[in-house]
Protein backbone atom coordinates (compact mmCIF):
# COMPACT_ATOMS: atom_id res chain seq x y z
CA UNK A 1 0.00 0.00 0.00
CA UNK A 2 1.45 3.70 -1.03
CA UNK A 3 0.19 6.40 1.68
CA UNK A 4 0.77 9.99 1.56
CA UNK A 5 0.88 10.99 5.73
CA UNK A 6 0.92 14.79 6.54
CA UNK A 7 3.97 15.35 8.85
CA UNK A 8 3.10 18.53 9.70
CA UNK A 9 -0.74 17.50 11.27
CA UNK A 10 -1.17 17.09 14.70
CA UNK A 11 -0.18 18.67 18.34
CA UNK A 12 3.37 17.81 18.04
CA UNK A 13 4.37 17.24 14.74
CA UNK A 14 6.25 16.89 12.50
CA UNK A 15 8.75 15.36 15.85
CA UNK A 16 5.94 12.75 16.88
CA UNK A 17 4.14 11.88 12.92
CA UNK A 18 7.73 11.09 11.96
CA UNK A 19 8.78 9.20 15.05
CA UNK A 20 5.50 7.12 14.51
CA UNK A 21 5.98 6.49 10.79
CA UNK A 22 9.32 4.80 11.15
CA UNK A 23 7.87 2.73 14.00
CA UNK A 24 5.14 1.98 11.21
CA UNK A 25 7.54 1.18 8.45
CA UNK A 26 9.58 -1.48 10.91
CA UNK A 27 6.40 -3.38 11.99
CA UNK A 28 4.23 -2.92 8.34
CA UNK A 29 6.10 -4.57 5.54
CA UNK A 30 3.05 -4.15 3.37
CA UNK A 31 3.71 -0.25 3.05
CA UNK A 32 5.07 0.03 -0.10
CA UNK A 33 5.83 3.69 -0.07
CA UNK A 34 5.56 5.96 2.16
CA UNK A 35 4.91 9.90 1.25
CA UNK A 36 6.05 12.23 4.18
CA UNK A 37 4.50 15.40 3.21
CA UNK A 38 5.48 18.95 4.65
CA UNK A 39 8.10 20.74 5.23
CA UNK A 40 11.43 19.06 3.94
CA UNK A 41 14.15 20.73 6.12
CA UNK A 42 12.04 19.81 9.22
CA UNK A 43 11.11 16.22 8.26
CA UNK A 44 14.56 15.83 7.02
CA UNK A 45 16.04 16.70 10.46
CA UNK A 46 13.74 14.13 11.89
CA UNK A 47 14.54 11.50 10.04
CA UNK A 48 18.33 12.31 10.61
CA UNK A 49 17.56 12.39 14.45
CA UNK A 50 16.16 8.92 13.94
CA UNK A 51 18.55 7.70 12.27
CA UNK A 52 15.48 6.58 9.47
CA UNK A 53 16.83 5.69 6.18
CA UNK A 54 13.92 3.15 4.80
CA UNK A 55 14.13 3.02 1.52
CA UNK A 56 10.57 3.74 0.83
CA UNK A 57 9.99 6.80 2.57
CA UNK A 58 9.62 10.14 -0.20
CA UNK A 59 9.98 13.32 1.40
CA UNK A 60 7.09 15.55 -0.88
CA UNK A 61 7.76 19.07 0.35
CA UNK A 62 4.79 21.28 1.17
CA UNK A 63 5.39 25.12 2.19
CA UNK A 64 2.42 25.43 4.49
CA UNK A 65 0.56 24.43 7.29
CA UNK A 66 -3.09 24.69 8.22
CA UNK A 67 -3.46 24.82 11.96
CA UNK A 68 -6.22 23.88 14.69
CA UNK A 69 -7.26 28.05 15.20
CA UNK A 70 -8.08 28.45 11.40
CA UNK A 71 -11.42 27.69 9.50
CA UNK A 72 -11.01 24.60 7.33
CA UNK A 73 -12.97 25.51 4.30
CA UNK A 74 -11.00 29.13 3.65
CA UNK A 75 -7.65 27.51 5.00
CA UNK A 76 -7.98 24.53 2.20
CA UNK A 77 -9.16 27.26 -0.72
CA UNK A 78 -6.47 29.68 0.23
CA UNK A 79 -3.16 27.21 1.98
CA UNK A 80 -2.35 25.61 -1.97
CA UNK A 81 0.76 24.87 -0.86
CA UNK A 82 -0.59 23.18 2.82
CA UNK A 83 0.58 19.99 3.46
CA UNK A 84 -2.80 18.29 3.81
CA UNK A 85 -3.99 19.58 0.40
CA UNK A 86 -0.98 17.81 -1.08
CA UNK A 87 -0.96 14.87 0.46
CA UNK A 88 -4.91 14.90 -0.65
CA UNK A 89 -3.46 15.45 -4.15
CA UNK A 90 -0.80 12.59 -4.36
CA UNK A 91 -4.09 10.02 -4.00
CA UNK A 92 -6.24 12.19 -6.70
CA UNK A 93 -2.99 11.59 -9.00
CA UNK A 94 -2.92 8.38 -8.16
CA UNK A 95 0.40 8.52 -6.38
CA UNK A 96 -0.66 7.09 -3.11
CA UNK A 97 -4.26 5.10 -2.23
CA UNK A 98 -4.68 6.79 1.17
CA UNK A 99 -4.12 9.77 3.57
CA UNK A 100 -3.06 9.48 7.32
CA UNK A 101 -3.34 12.81 8.99
CA UNK A 102 -3.58 13.33 12.85
CA UNK A 103 -4.15 17.54 11.94
CA UNK A 104 -7.18 19.71 11.47
CA UNK A 105 -10.04 17.00 11.01
CA UNK A 106 -12.10 19.92 9.25
CA UNK A 107 -8.98 20.57 6.81
CA UNK A 108 -8.64 16.80 5.59
CA UNK A 109 -12.21 16.49 5.34
CA UNK A 110 -12.42 19.80 3.26
CA UNK A 111 -9.29 19.21 1.02
CA UNK A 112 -10.58 15.76 0.34
CA UNK A 113 -14.04 16.73 -0.74
CA UNK A 114 -13.05 19.68 -2.42
CA UNK A 115 -10.25 17.56 -4.86
CA UNK A 116 -11.53 13.86 -4.56
CA UNK A 117 -15.49 14.31 -4.52
CA UNK A 118 -17.40 11.93 -2.59
CA UNK A 119 -18.93 8.74 -4.09
CA UNK A 120 -22.45 9.17 -6.56
CA UNK A 121 -25.57 9.22 -4.32
CA UNK A 122 -23.25 10.30 -1.14
CA UNK A 123 -23.50 14.13 0.12
CA UNK A 124 -21.14 14.33 2.66
CA UNK A 125 -18.35 12.65 3.57
CA UNK A 126 -18.01 10.91 6.93
CA UNK A 127 -15.19 9.72 9.63
CA UNK A 128 -15.37 6.45 10.27
CA UNK A 129 -14.10 5.13 13.50
CA UNK A 130 -12.91 1.64 14.48
CA UNK A 131 -13.79 1.03 18.42
CA UNK A 132 -13.58 -2.05 20.20
CA UNK A 133 -16.35 -3.79 22.21
CA UNK A 134 -15.75 -6.68 24.48
CA UNK A 135 -15.71 -9.06 21.72
CA UNK A 136 -14.90 -7.40 18.54
CA UNK A 137 -14.65 -3.77 17.16
CA UNK A 138 -17.69 -1.60 15.68
CA UNK A 139 -18.09 1.30 13.52
CA UNK A 140 -18.64 4.63 14.95
CA UNK A 141 -19.73 6.79 11.82
CA UNK A 142 -19.85 9.84 11.13
CA UNK A 143 -17.24 10.60 14.50
CA UNK A 144 -16.16 14.52 13.22
CA UNK A 145 -16.40 15.15 9.69
CA UNK A 146 -20.27 16.97 10.36
CA UNK A 147 -21.14 19.38 13.09
CA UNK A 148 -24.34 19.56 11.25
CA UNK A 149 -26.18 16.70 9.31
CA UNK A 150 -29.24 16.35 8.30
CA UNK A 151 -31.39 13.10 8.14
CA UNK A 152 -30.99 12.45 4.83
CA UNK A 153 -26.61 12.55 5.68
CA UNK A 154 -27.13 9.96 8.48
CA UNK A 155 -28.96 7.46 6.21
CA UNK A 156 -25.99 7.97 3.58
CA UNK A 157 -23.51 7.71 6.64
CA UNK A 158 -25.19 4.46 7.68
CA UNK A 159 -24.92 2.47 4.56
CA UNK A 160 -21.04 3.53 3.74
CA UNK A 161 -20.76 2.80 7.88
CA UNK A 162 -22.55 -1.35 7.22
CA UNK A 163 -20.79 -1.51 3.78
CA UNK A 164 -17.43 -0.98 5.32
CA UNK A 165 -18.52 -3.26 8.00
CA UNK A 166 -18.93 -6.03 5.63
CA UNK A 167 -16.35 -5.57 3.31
CA UNK A 168 -13.51 -4.30 5.07
CA UNK A 169 -14.55 -6.06 8.30
CA UNK A 170 -16.39 -9.06 7.21
CA UNK A 171 -19.33 -8.95 9.03
CA UNK A 172 -21.97 -11.19 7.42
CA UNK A 173 -25.39 -8.65 7.36
CA UNK A 174 -24.20 -5.87 9.54
CA UNK A 175 -26.54 -4.31 12.36
CA UNK A 176 -26.74 -0.35 11.96
CA UNK A 177 -28.16 1.28 15.49
CA UNK A 178 -28.89 4.80 15.68
CA UNK A 179 -27.16 6.61 18.56
CA UNK A 180 -29.90 8.76 20.04
CA UNK A 181 -30.83 10.48 24.08
CA UNK A 182 -33.13 6.64 24.70
CA UNK A 183 -33.41 3.84 23.36
CA UNK A 184 -37.25 3.69 22.82
CA UNK A 185 -38.38 4.36 19.41
CA UNK A 186 -39.54 8.25 19.18
CA UNK A 187 -36.77 9.67 21.73
CA UNK A 188 -34.34 11.78 20.16
CA UNK A 189 -34.11 15.29 18.61
CA UNK A 190 -35.85 16.51 15.32
CA UNK A 191 -32.51 15.01 12.93
CA UNK A 192 -32.44 11.87 14.70
CA UNK A 193 -36.03 11.05 14.71
CA UNK A 194 -36.57 11.88 11.17
CA UNK A 195 -33.39 9.43 10.93
CA UNK A 196 -34.88 6.72 12.41
CA UNK A 197 -38.19 6.63 10.69
CA UNK A 198 -35.62 6.59 6.93
CA UNK A 199 -33.66 3.31 8.73
CA UNK A 200 -36.16 1.83 9.65
CA UNK A 201 -37.80 2.01 5.75
CA UNK A 202 -34.11 0.86 4.49
CA UNK A 203 -32.97 -2.21 3.09
CA UNK A 204 -30.40 -2.17 6.45
CA UNK A 205 -30.52 -3.93 9.23
CA UNK A 206 -31.62 -1.43 11.22
CA UNK A 207 -31.98 -1.90 15.46
CA UNK A 208 -33.14 0.97 16.41
CA UNK A 209 -31.92 3.40 18.58
CA UNK A 210 -28.96 3.08 21.07
CA UNK A 211 -27.51 5.28 23.75
CA UNK A 212 -23.77 5.64 24.57
CA UNK A 213 -23.54 2.84 27.41
CA UNK A 214 -24.40 0.26 24.75
CA UNK A 215 -21.61 0.80 22.80
CA UNK A 216 -19.06 -1.42 24.14
CA UNK A 217 -21.59 -3.88 24.89
CA UNK A 218 -20.55 -7.30 23.49
CA UNK A 219 -21.73 -8.44 20.12
CA UNK A 220 -22.54 -11.49 18.70
CA UNK A 221 -21.74 -10.41 15.34
CA UNK A 222 -18.29 -12.66 14.23
CA UNK A 223 -15.17 -10.44 13.08
CA UNK A 224 -13.56 -12.38 10.05
CA UNK A 225 -11.09 -10.43 8.64
CA UNK A 226 -9.87 -7.85 10.92
CA UNK A 227 -7.54 -7.85 13.78
CA UNK A 228 -7.55 -4.86 16.55
CA UNK B 1 -39.50 21.80 53.09
CA UNK B 2 -42.85 20.33 51.49
CA UNK B 3 -42.06 18.16 48.65
CA UNK B 4 -44.42 16.22 46.28
CA UNK B 5 -42.55 12.76 45.16
CA UNK B 6 -43.47 10.94 42.24
CA UNK B 7 -43.90 7.40 43.98
CA UNK B 8 -44.45 6.03 40.67
CA UNK B 9 -42.03 7.31 38.63
CA UNK B 10 -38.26 5.56 37.72
CA UNK B 11 -37.47 1.66 36.96
CA UNK B 12 -37.83 0.05 40.24
CA UNK B 13 -40.94 2.19 41.33
CA UNK B 14 -42.62 2.51 43.53
CA UNK B 15 -40.60 0.16 45.41
CA UNK B 16 -37.06 2.32 45.24
CA UNK B 17 -38.47 5.35 45.61
CA UNK B 18 -40.48 4.83 48.84
CA UNK B 19 -37.23 3.14 49.84
CA UNK B 20 -35.59 6.31 49.47
CA UNK B 21 -38.29 8.50 50.61
CA UNK B 22 -37.93 6.75 53.75
CA UNK B 23 -34.27 7.06 54.11
CA UNK B 24 -34.48 10.84 53.10
CA UNK B 25 -36.98 11.59 55.93
CA UNK B 26 -34.56 10.26 58.73
CA UNK B 27 -31.65 12.14 57.29
CA UNK B 28 -33.58 14.99 56.73
CA UNK B 29 -35.28 16.98 59.37
CA UNK B 30 -35.58 20.39 57.19
CA UNK B 31 -38.51 18.17 55.55
CA UNK B 32 -41.41 19.20 56.94
CA UNK B 33 -43.78 17.49 54.72
CA UNK B 34 -43.70 14.84 51.90
CA UNK B 35 -46.20 14.04 49.53
CA UNK B 36 -46.08 10.28 48.13
CA UNK B 37 -47.73 10.62 44.82
CA UNK B 38 -49.18 7.65 42.73
CA UNK B 39 -51.07 4.40 43.19
CA UNK B 40 -52.23 5.27 47.38
CA UNK B 41 -52.55 0.94 47.61
CA UNK B 42 -49.19 0.57 46.36
CA UNK B 43 -47.80 3.18 48.02
CA UNK B 44 -49.43 2.25 51.72
CA UNK B 45 -47.81 -1.64 51.52
CA UNK B 46 -44.35 -0.24 50.51
CA UNK B 47 -44.61 1.70 53.63
CA UNK B 48 -46.01 -1.07 55.47
CA UNK B 49 -42.97 -3.65 54.50
CA UNK B 50 -40.48 -0.60 55.79
CA UNK B 51 -42.46 -0.33 58.66
CA UNK B 52 -42.45 3.78 58.19
CA UNK B 53 -44.94 5.79 60.03
CA UNK B 54 -43.31 8.69 59.84
CA UNK B 55 -46.09 11.43 60.15
CA UNK B 56 -44.66 13.92 57.67
CA UNK B 57 -45.38 11.90 55.10
CA UNK B 58 -49.35 12.09 53.79
CA UNK B 59 -50.35 9.65 50.59
CA UNK B 60 -51.50 11.53 47.31
CA UNK B 61 -53.48 8.80 45.42
CA UNK B 62 -53.20 9.66 41.61
CA UNK B 63 -54.63 6.39 39.55
CA UNK B 64 -52.29 6.97 35.94
CA UNK B 65 -48.90 6.39 35.72
CA UNK B 66 -47.03 7.79 32.46
CA UNK B 67 -44.25 5.05 31.56
CA UNK B 68 -40.90 5.50 29.67
CA UNK B 69 -42.42 4.23 26.50
CA UNK B 70 -45.05 7.15 25.91
CA UNK B 71 -44.81 10.85 24.24
CA UNK B 72 -44.44 13.08 27.15
CA UNK B 73 -46.49 16.01 25.93
CA UNK B 74 -49.27 13.53 24.50
CA UNK B 75 -49.44 11.66 27.73
CA UNK B 76 -49.40 14.51 30.05
CA UNK B 77 -52.58 16.05 28.17
CA UNK B 78 -54.57 12.44 28.28
CA UNK B 79 -53.63 11.50 31.83
CA UNK B 80 -54.95 13.95 34.06
CA UNK B 81 -54.62 11.69 36.85
CA UNK B 82 -51.32 10.61 36.23
CA UNK B 83 -48.66 10.71 39.60
CA UNK B 84 -45.95 13.32 37.84
CA UNK B 85 -49.07 15.72 37.04
CA UNK B 86 -50.92 15.40 40.16
CA UNK B 87 -47.05 16.37 42.11
CA UNK B 88 -46.89 19.16 39.85
CA UNK B 89 -50.54 20.33 40.87
CA UNK B 90 -49.25 20.21 44.70
CA UNK B 91 -46.59 22.56 43.96
CA UNK B 92 -49.24 24.83 41.31
CA UNK B 93 -51.91 24.97 44.87
CA UNK B 94 -48.90 25.34 47.10
CA UNK B 95 -48.98 22.19 48.96
CA UNK B 96 -45.36 21.52 47.69
CA UNK B 97 -42.82 23.72 47.04
CA UNK B 98 -41.02 21.29 45.28
CA UNK B 99 -41.64 18.44 42.83
CA UNK B 100 -39.14 15.20 43.03
CA UNK B 101 -39.56 12.57 39.97
CA UNK B 102 -36.84 9.66 39.20
CA UNK B 103 -39.40 9.03 36.08
CA UNK B 104 -39.96 9.76 32.32
CA UNK B 105 -37.90 13.49 32.41
CA UNK B 106 -40.07 14.49 29.40
CA UNK B 107 -42.96 14.28 31.30
CA UNK B 108 -41.61 15.86 34.40
CA UNK B 109 -40.34 18.73 31.80
CA UNK B 110 -44.16 18.86 29.88
CA UNK B 111 -45.58 18.78 32.93
CA UNK B 112 -44.17 21.63 34.76
CA UNK B 113 -44.60 23.78 32.07
CA UNK B 114 -47.81 23.28 31.37
CA UNK B 115 -49.04 23.69 34.68
CA UNK B 116 -46.42 26.51 36.15
CA UNK B 117 -45.16 28.07 33.24
CA UNK B 118 -42.21 29.00 32.55
CA UNK B 119 -40.43 32.48 34.55
CA UNK B 120 -40.74 35.90 31.85
CA UNK B 121 -38.32 36.17 29.32
CA UNK B 122 -37.42 32.38 29.85
CA UNK B 123 -39.15 30.52 26.64
CA UNK B 124 -38.07 26.64 27.51
CA UNK B 125 -37.43 25.32 30.66
CA UNK B 126 -34.18 22.86 31.49
CA UNK B 127 -32.70 20.20 33.67
CA UNK B 128 -29.80 21.73 35.84
CA UNK B 129 -27.47 18.82 36.96
CA UNK B 130 -25.09 19.52 39.56
CA UNK B 131 -21.56 17.62 38.93
CA UNK B 132 -18.54 17.45 41.00
CA UNK B 133 -15.22 18.81 40.19
CA UNK B 134 -11.82 18.32 41.57
CA UNK B 135 -11.96 20.88 43.57
CA UNK B 136 -16.25 21.88 44.10
CA UNK B 137 -19.27 21.68 41.76
CA UNK B 138 -21.14 23.06 38.70
CA UNK B 139 -23.61 23.06 37.02
CA UNK B 140 -24.44 21.35 33.94
CA UNK B 141 -27.58 23.15 31.91
CA UNK B 142 -29.81 22.00 29.72
CA UNK B 143 -29.10 18.47 30.94
CA UNK B 144 -31.98 16.80 29.03
CA UNK B 145 -35.17 18.90 29.04
CA UNK B 146 -34.99 19.89 25.27
CA UNK B 147 -33.74 17.56 22.65
CA UNK B 148 -33.51 20.47 20.53
CA UNK B 149 -32.20 24.02 21.49
CA UNK B 150 -31.68 27.52 19.84
CA UNK B 151 -29.07 29.43 20.30
CA UNK B 152 -31.71 32.08 22.33
CA UNK B 153 -32.77 29.16 24.29
CA UNK B 154 -28.95 28.16 25.10
CA UNK B 155 -28.59 32.37 26.15
CA UNK B 156 -31.58 31.83 28.50
CA UNK B 157 -30.11 28.54 30.12
CA UNK B 158 -26.86 30.28 30.81
CA UNK B 159 -28.26 32.59 32.55
CA UNK B 160 -30.99 30.09 34.57
CA UNK B 161 -27.73 28.28 35.73
CA UNK B 162 -25.27 31.85 36.18
CA UNK B 163 -28.40 32.45 38.94
CA UNK B 164 -28.38 29.24 40.24
CA UNK B 165 -24.46 29.48 40.87
CA UNK B 166 -24.37 32.91 42.17
CA UNK B 167 -27.52 32.75 44.15
CA UNK B 168 -27.72 28.97 45.19
CA UNK B 169 -24.26 27.85 45.46
CA UNK B 170 -22.90 31.07 46.79
CA UNK B 171 -20.07 31.72 43.69
CA UNK B 172 -19.16 34.81 43.30
CA UNK B 173 -19.43 36.08 39.54
CA UNK B 174 -19.97 32.81 38.12
CA UNK B 175 -18.18 32.05 34.99
CA UNK B 176 -20.52 30.46 31.86
CA UNK B 177 -18.84 28.31 29.36
CA UNK B 178 -20.34 26.66 26.23
CA UNK B 179 -19.80 23.02 25.65
CA UNK B 180 -19.08 21.96 22.00
CA UNK B 181 -16.60 20.10 19.92
CA UNK B 182 -13.80 22.40 20.08
CA UNK B 183 -12.29 25.16 22.33
CA UNK B 184 -11.61 27.55 19.22
CA UNK B 185 -13.88 30.56 19.11
CA UNK B 186 -15.37 29.08 15.66
CA UNK B 187 -15.62 25.11 16.82
CA UNK B 188 -19.07 23.89 16.79
CA UNK B 189 -22.57 23.43 14.60
CA UNK B 190 -24.41 25.96 13.34
CA UNK B 191 -26.23 26.25 16.89
CA UNK B 192 -23.20 26.56 18.68
CA UNK B 193 -21.67 28.80 16.97
CA UNK B 194 -24.91 31.03 17.30
CA UNK B 195 -24.84 30.61 21.02
CA UNK B 196 -21.21 31.30 21.24
CA UNK B 197 -21.68 35.21 19.33
CA UNK B 198 -24.91 35.54 21.54
CA UNK B 199 -23.19 34.44 24.92
CA UNK B 200 -19.86 36.87 23.97
CA UNK B 201 -22.09 39.90 23.71
CA UNK B 202 -23.89 39.05 26.81
CA UNK B 203 -22.83 40.84 30.56
CA UNK B 204 -22.68 36.83 31.56
CA UNK B 205 -19.32 36.11 32.68
CA UNK B 206 -18.35 33.80 29.49
CA UNK B 207 -15.32 32.10 29.16
CA UNK B 208 -15.71 30.31 25.83
CA UNK B 209 -15.77 26.84 24.59
CA UNK B 210 -15.24 23.59 26.38
CA UNK B 211 -15.20 20.05 25.69
CA UNK B 212 -15.96 17.20 27.40
CA UNK B 213 -12.94 16.66 29.38
CA UNK B 214 -12.78 19.86 30.17
CA UNK B 215 -15.67 19.84 32.64
CA UNK B 216 -14.37 17.94 35.62
CA UNK B 217 -11.07 20.06 35.72
CA UNK B 218 -10.42 21.81 38.85
CA UNK B 219 -11.95 25.17 39.16
CA UNK B 220 -10.94 28.19 41.28
CA UNK B 221 -14.37 29.76 42.35
CA UNK B 222 -14.91 29.37 46.10
CA UNK B 223 -18.34 27.26 46.63
CA UNK B 224 -19.52 29.07 49.96
CA UNK B 225 -22.90 27.70 50.60
CA UNK B 226 -22.97 24.31 48.84
CA UNK B 227 -21.71 20.76 50.92
CA UNK B 228 -22.07 17.71 48.18
Same mark, same amino acid.
Given at each position: ??????? #????? $??????????????????????? @???????????? *???? +????????????????????? $? *?????? *????? +????? !???????????? $? /? %???????????? @??? @? *????????? +?? !????????????????????????????? #????????? !????????????????? #??????????????????????????? %?? !?????? /?????? %??
Amino acid at each position: MRIALDA #MGGDY $APKNIIEGAALGLKELPEIEKLY @LVGDATAIGTEL *KNLN +CQDPRIEIYHASEVITMKESA $A *KAVRHK *KDASI +CRAVE !LVKNGSAEAVVS $A /G %HTGAAVAASVLK @LRT @L *KGIERPAVA +CL !LPTESNVFVLIDAGANPDSTPENLIQFAI #MGAVFSEHV !LGYKNPSVALMSIGEED #MKGNDVTKEAFKLLKASSLNFRGNIEG %HD !LFEKRS /GRLRRF %HW
